[in-house]
């Protein structure tokens, strides 16, 4: 079975702070998707970010960076220079992909709260 | 392009009342899902549409769930009768080739 902790259930910043949120994860699948997911106050959740379990290399896109370790099954996000819109929940999630036009359920953790203050 | 589209935006209604949700996809998306979101959790799959086939709905509780996705593209999500806890936020999602997109979700209070 698919599992996903977020431990960290609230962190608290000040505007211009670098934030990381810890992702663990467990599944029995060899090709396998994770995700980071944002859902602000209104409650959409908004895509981030996507990398498969072949793709180890870690980038940079814009303020958000992601260390994807599958040795530790962990996928964790940081947002560099945080701005008070960040202000969020953040869901780190697991997905099979069933065929290439095709997607398994996604399977979320708990979600963090990322609370940043001017 | 226009998002996934959910209506109602927010609805409260008392127990033992049937309540319906309507989902737009994506255009050209090809598999549709229902998720739901308890307060303070992360969304749970209810049932995934692969066009018109129902290929994954094993979490929905079909005692008082219903859903049913008419020519492979618009969706109802109904819920008879409605218990107090079936409070929570029914969102919608498609998803073709790319990722998986949400909509706004159907926040439902039962009293």
């Known amino acids: 079975a698919q599992k996903v902790t977020q431990a960290q259930t609230e962190i608290s910043v000040v505007e211009k702070e670098d934030v990381t949120l810890d992702c663990v994860y467990e599944?029995?699948?060899?090709?396998?998707?994770l995700f980071w997911y944002k859902q602000p106050p209104s409650g959409e959740l908004v895509f981030l970010i996507r990398?498969?379990?072949?793709?180890?290399q870690n980038e940079i896109s814009g303020r958000y960076s992601w260390n994807f370790q599958k040795s530790t099954s962990s996928f964790n996000f940081t947002i560099t220079a945080s701005q008070v819109v960040d202000s969020a929940v953040y869901f780190c999630?697991?997905?099979?992909?069933?065929?290439?036009?095709?997607?398994?359920?996604?399977?979320f953790g708990a979600g963090t709260q990322v609370v940043v203050t001017p | 392009e226009a998002g996934v589209v959910q209506s109602p935006r927010y609805k409260i209604i008392e127990k033992k009342q049937p309540v319906a949700f309507w989902c737009n996809p994506i255009?050209?998306?090809?598999?549709l899902y229902w998720y739901r979101q308890n307060l303070g959790q992360g969304p749970e799959l209810l049932i995934r549409?692969?066009?018109?086939?129902?290929?994954?709905d094993s979490q929905l509780p079909k005692d008082r769930f219903s859903a049913e996705r008419l020519k492979g593209v618009d969706s109802t999500l109904k819920i008879q009768p409605a218990e107090l806890g079936d409070s929570a936020v029914y969102l919608c999602?498609?998803?073709?080739?790319?990722?998986?997109?949400f909509g706004e979700g159907s926040w439902l209070t039962v009293v």
């Open positions: 999630a697991l997905s099979e992909a069933m065929t290439t036009d095709s997607w398994g359920k996604l399977q």
């Open positions: 549409y692969e066009n018109e086939e129902a290929v994954d």
């Open positions: 255009s050209g998306h090809n598999t």
């Open positions: 999602a498609s998803s073709f080739r790319n990722t998986i997109y």
């Open positions: 990398r498969n379990s072949f793709d180890e």
């Open positions: 599944t029995r699948d060899t090709t396998y998707y």
